[in-house]
């Protein structure tokens, strides 16, 4: 199946310091990006969508000067955590949809990353 | 509004045995897709079968089987011979077009030995 990685793993920063996420799709065009958070025991929130080339769509609630998302081609996306605080921890996981697929699939998630704001 | 429901927090089942998850979901819409995703502790979502709304005929994966219940709105997980390996998180999701997914709140799955 496919697959989508992300970088780093997991990541420890100061607070006040930013972090970039990335998202790659391994062995797909990913014409469409999502990035979701995740808090302990809890479902996923779904963050923004990006689509490659154009500016992320972010759901309600999330500030997008906070969160940052490029979507530079179509292998990769990045998630900005600017100026992170403590309350910003929580494990971060995104999604890519095959640009060549048809209206029937689904999305590939990457295995996550983890974020640590001391 | 898209909404999906997990009324179940946690479940557990012996191993060997047959469980069956609960979903229920809220849509305006008749052409969707509905998906259960596995989050085992590493915390990697993995696809485990979906569903799409215009088929009559219920999705199986070998020990994973549903009940969709396009009338009543409700989706359901079976999961036959149980392994230890099932235990995880179980996320019910919907998802219209090539839109976002909406995912339920999930089902801790307990698989006893």
């Known amino acids: 199946g496919a697959v989508v990685s992300q970088h780093p793993s997991w990541v420890i920063c100061k607070s006040g310091t930013s972090v970039k996420i990335e998202c790659r799709s391994l062995d797909f065009q990913a014409t469409t990006m999502f990035w979701y958070r995740q808090f302990p025991k809890q479902s996923l929130m779904l963050m923004a969508t990006s689509n490659e080339g154009s500016k992320a769509t972010y759901e309600q609630g999330v500030e997008k000067d906070k969160f940052l998302i490029n979507h530079a081609s179509l292998t990769l996306s990045t998630l900005t955590v600017t100026s992170a605080h403590p309350e910003d921890s929580s494990f971060y996981i995104c999604?890519?949809?095959?640009?060549?697929?048809?209206?029937?699939?689904?999305?590939?998630f990457g295995p996550g990353t983890r974020l640590t704001v001391l | 509004a898209q909404t999906v429901t997990q009324s179940q927090p946690e479940m557990s089942v012996q191993e060997a045995e047959t469980v069956t998850l609960s979903c229920t979901y809220d849509t305006s819409e008749s052409d969707y897709y509905l998906f259960w995703y596995k989050q085992p502790p590493s915390r990697q979502m993995i696809l485990v079968i979906r569903?799409?709304?215009?088929?009559?005929q219920n999705a199986t994966e070998n020990r994973f089987s549903v009940n969709f219940q396009k009338a009543a709105k409700s989706f359901s997980l079976k999961i036959s011979d149980s392994q230890l390996g099932d235990a995880a998180m179980y996320f019910c999701?919907?998802?219209?077009?090539?839109?976002?997914?909406?995912f339920g709140s999930g089902t801790k799955l307990n698989v006893k030995p």
């Open positions: 999701a919907y998802r219209y077009n090539f839109n976002k997914f909406y």
């Open positions: 569903q799409e709304a215009y088929k009559q």
């Open positions: 999604s890519a949809r095959d640009g060549l697929a048809g209206v029937g699939d689904t999305q590939y």
